[in-house]
């Protein structure tokens, strides 16, 4: 038990999908899982764990941003021995040639900031993902016949951001879509020596302004389990 997780020790899985919201964990769980049971309800972040196929998986919400991940990331590794996390979220596309419900593997994550800047002091920390993950969350994907783009995101401190300077020369340099907690995880899970890996699903798109339809959310969130949980056990 933990300040955040309320679960007893062995009721977590060493796999453990990170959506944000934790309804979307309870959906997920309910969905995808067997046998799933609640074991957390700490300041609503609800967590479950069941069987996937025979193995066990903890779905666990993280709550929006960084420092709310980096909380329940720390305490899933330290205190209850998570070795592979998956964050599957929705995220904005920053690049033309990427569509709404496309599925993004993020590679690496940029950030100005994030909670281990303090222990990174002067060094900018490139974090990056567990490139098993990302091979086996790419032929996942590709199986599917989704629309797959691999490269780097951005990790944003802010939902509300008014940095469209910054945001042009992220789009100059490639980046393929922000969204607000990757690179706080990647970078736990390199401290750590644990699995890390965001598959993203794009909600809506910050150069043409569409957006996916609240009714199209929970089935394009639901390819994104799919693949999470097929790559933690190809």
Sequence with gaps: MTPHISAKL???AETVLLPGDPLRAKWAAETFLDDAVCINQVRGMLGFTGTWKGNPVTIHGSGMGMPSLSIYANELISTYGAKTLIRIGSCGAMQESVGIRDVILAMTSTTLSTPSRGIMRELNYAPCAD???LQAAHTSA???GSKIHVGGIYSS????DERPDLNEQMERHGILAVE???AELYTLAAR???RALAVLTVSDHLKTHEA???EDRERSFGDMVEIALEAAFR
């Design 10 to 12: 062995g009721e977590i």
């Design 131 to 133: 490139y098993g993950l």
């Design 142 to 144: 590709a199986s599917k």
């Design 157 to 160: 401190d802010v939902f509300y």
């Design 180 to 182: 607000m907690e990757a």
């Design 192 to 194: 750590h020596g644990c």
């Design 212 to 214: 996916l339809p609240a």
